[in-house]
């Protein structure tokens, strides 16, 4: 399996720009998680889906930010319009219904956000 | 609720010496209990993992952690440091009835030539 695929790996951006980041998560997984990694605030669950439904955005910053699953092997996050301190690395994630949110996690590589 | 307590945010070894790696956490149920890996501009990668069973768990690249109750505890040990191991530490902590992971704030170590 190739495990979990992000996109882009890197992408740095003008404040005010529409930011989208992707995500593929590993085939057969039900769930799927959006992170955010900093240095001040650390790895932070921005929200996560079960089955293509999100099931908890309590961690979503605010309004600027949405994400979406239209099927089981695709997730966008959008920040629109973006801020400076919105840079951070985000993080996808996903596991099995087996196991559940509870279980093993597997991440993708990060999408770094550089917003200027 | 749950949350995890990672004592330490940077640890320094030798090469060859033993790490530990010290978490803590809290649960009013009975925790499911991990450790993560990050190395450099990479994402996380599980190392271990206790869900039931056995309390002393092994896991990847020589590492091992115990759960204990009593000290409410899962500390990530390695008898001997490489330098390969210099990387970002994470903590988690789940239940079986619960819906999420609870990260602690990551441990740093840094292995000494």
């Known amino acids: 399996d190739a495990g979990v695929i992000q996109s882009p790996r890197h992408e740095v951006t003008e404040m005010g720009q529409e930011v989208t980041l992707r995500c593929k998560p590993i085939s057969g997984h039900d769930y799927l998680f959006w992170y955010r990694q900093t240095m001040m605030r650390g790895l932070e669950l921005l929200i996560y889906f079960n089955n293509n439904v999100p099931i908890d955005d309590s961690g979503m910053p605010e309004d600027r930010f949405s994400a979406k699953m239209p099927n089981a092997s695709f997730s966008t996050l959008k920040i629109q319009p973006s801020e400076p301190r919105d840079s951070a690395v985000y993080f996808c994630a996903s596991s099995t219904l087996a196991g559940g949110p509870r279980d093993t996690q597997y991440f993708g590589p990060g999408t770094r956000l550089t917003v200027l | 609720a749950q949350s995890v307590t990672q004592l330490g945010s940077h640890v320094s070894v030798s090469e060859g010496a033993l790490v530990l790696l010290r978490c803590n956490y809290s649960s009013s149920v009975p925790p499911y209990l991990f450790w993560y890996v990050q190395y450099p501009n990479q994402g996380l990668q599980l190392l271990l993992k206790y869900t039931t069973g056995a309390t002393l768990v092994k896991g990847i690249n020589g590492f091992e952690a115990e759960f204990k109750k009593s000290e409410t505890s899962f500390h990530l040990t390695k008898p001997s440091a490489h330098m390969s191991d210099a990387a970002e530490y994470f903590c988690?902590?789940?239940?079986?009835?619960?819906?999420?992971?609870?990260f602690g704030t990551g441990t740093s170590l840094t292995v000494i030539p």
């Open positions: 988690a902590v789940s239940t079986n009835t619960g819906n999420q992971f609870y």
